[in-house]
């Protein structure tokens, strides 16, 4: 559940990040929000969830913003401005972790790997049929809920501004509100996930089930729907793959996604690299 409702709000914002060309985005989040991290520890003295996570999204958030700022100012490709922003943010994190809180238990790996088999321990006051929900599955389906309520009230200025960005702007709609709207999205979903599964693992769902969506047809309403239902169809099996190896539950998660982007990529209808082959041996 856990990791189905992170791999569902990823696709709903991932498949326009893919659409933008902007896919490797979360995995700069992923890296930046350490030295938000450890401003927040500094602060507030505590490593109580609520101040890490007000830490971590803004400096998610701020990310987002530097790297537009570089890309429009120094005229820069975004993949450029993206790996410059977010290597110098985490080597900036792990100097303040290393000057200031090296004898604090701030363990950067577990915002990289996770800590989803901890999850069902972390329980709340809610109970539904008797059986109390764990906090950690509660936030996530908030946001789950507040993605898919930004996406299906904002999905014509998302489609317009990620298919034909002048002809948005040319009609009125600000491209700027509509792709800060998508990366504060982003940064929420990523940072409040990456307790839970890991940052690894959230790359993978804002990447894979999009890529593999987008082999699979041309209308993106249809794109949306199959990302999600990769992501959540990855998690059930990579659930059950680690169980079965008693190996690392995201890791085994992730690796299905690959399994399920290869077979997509071989075998989709329209765009399968086989079924690509087949019509040009029938031309020939």
Known sequence: MTASLVAASCALLGCFLVLRKMAMIGDAISHAVLPGIVLAFLISGTRDSLPMLIGAASL?????????WISKKAKMQNDAAIGMVFT????????????????????ADCVLHGEIVFVPLQLSDFSLGGIQIPSKILILAVVFILCLLVVLLGFKGFMLTSFDPFYASAIGISIALWHYLLMAMVSLVTVVSFESIGAILVVAFLVVPPAAAYLLTDNLKHMILYAVGIGVLASVLGYYFAREINGSIPGAMTTVLGVLFIITFLFAPQHGILRKFLKGRVKA
């Open 60 to 68: 998610g958030v701020f990310t987002t913003f530097l790297i537009e």
């Open 88 to 107: 110098f943010l985490f080597a900036l994190g792990i100097i303040l972790l290393t000057l200031f809180a090296d004898k604090v238990d701030l363990d």
